[in-house]
């Protein structure tokens, strides 16, 4: 399955409460301080911003029209300082494309479709779903996961 930007569009939101939802911190309390739904233009994205122990994240959802997949943006901050993701990851310092803001990593979208492409998925919100499981937050911080959800 792949999705194109108003696919995304039309089922951010309904993924972005699931999300809400369902993000867990297996280490601290897990709090969500801020969540939108931005437009800009013809995009759409889910900005969240949690605080879990003394580190927060901030992160977006968005569409990469270039890679044609979900991308995931991130700020992490250590005791409201920003700071570098994990080492050994697969991010990159990235101007924010929608925000127009410096200083935010994203997790590279190039191997995005084709691993996305292996999985026999019936709707958006599935896709969205392995998606963010796949290339979401619990890539660089292992210990926030998604709860068990259908």
Known sequence: MIIDNSTFNANIEGFNDDII????????????????????????????????????????????DFYMVPVFHFRLFDKQELAKPPPGKLATTNPHPLLNLDLWWWIHPCETLHTMNQFKLETPLQYLKLWFATYGISLLLPTITLRKYS
């Open 21 to 64: 939802s369902n993000l867990h911190c297996s280490e601290h309390i897990f709090k969500i301080t801020n969540n939108y739904i931005k437009s800009i233009n013809d995009k759409k994205l889910s900005f969240v911003e949690a605080e879990f122990g003394d580190d927060k994240i901030q992160f977006t959802i968005s569409y990469d």
